[in-house]
């Protein structure tokens, strides 16, 4: 028997599957931020008694996912464009990746360089001056995997 609990010690759903004769894999959504207690209880299914496993039991912290603050449009030849990803908490200039996909065909892709703020850990920006008018896609990774959202439109309008 597998419980999790949130920050308030309320159950979270989840689902158990069995994946091998000796192990299950664990899927849950967290809905709210804090610490959440996983723990697993051993339960003799002839005689009904159960027992804690001390060592099979954890402590996660969920935390909301970092997001992309930016303007959605911009005029080509007005220099950079700032993209602010904000509420990366724990995570270094190194865990943000930010990869521009250019309007045309084949064109290659552009990183833009992740920089921390002096102001706030859970802050960094980059920025990207587009070369070409169009819609441009713009992917932000956390750890690898893309922030909700991505990839987020940015239009390049001509000069004028």
Known sequence: QLSIRDS????????????????????????RRGEHEISLFVVNITTGDGR???????VVTARAP????????????????????EDAEGATPDDIDVVILPPTAGAE??????????????????????SL?????????????PLPGSLFPLRVRAQG
Not at 52 to 58: E, K
Not at 117 to 122: A, F, I, K
């Open 8 to 31: 308030d010690g309320a159950l979270i759903h989840h689902t158990l599957t069995k994946t091998t004769p000796t192990e299950y894999s664990v899927k849950y959504t967290l809905e």
């Open 52 to 58: 804690a496993t001390a060592d099979a039991s954890a």
């Open 66 to 85: 970092a997001r992309l603050v930016y303007s959605p449009e911009v005029r080509l030849g007005e220099g950079a464009v700032t993209l602010s990803i």
């Open 109 to 130: 892709e552009e990183r833009a360089i992740v920089v921390g703020s002096e102001h706030s850990l859970s802050t960094f920006s980059a920025a990207y001056t587009p």
């Open 133 to 145: 008018g169009g819609l441009h896609s713009v992917n932000v990774f956390e750890c690898r995997k």
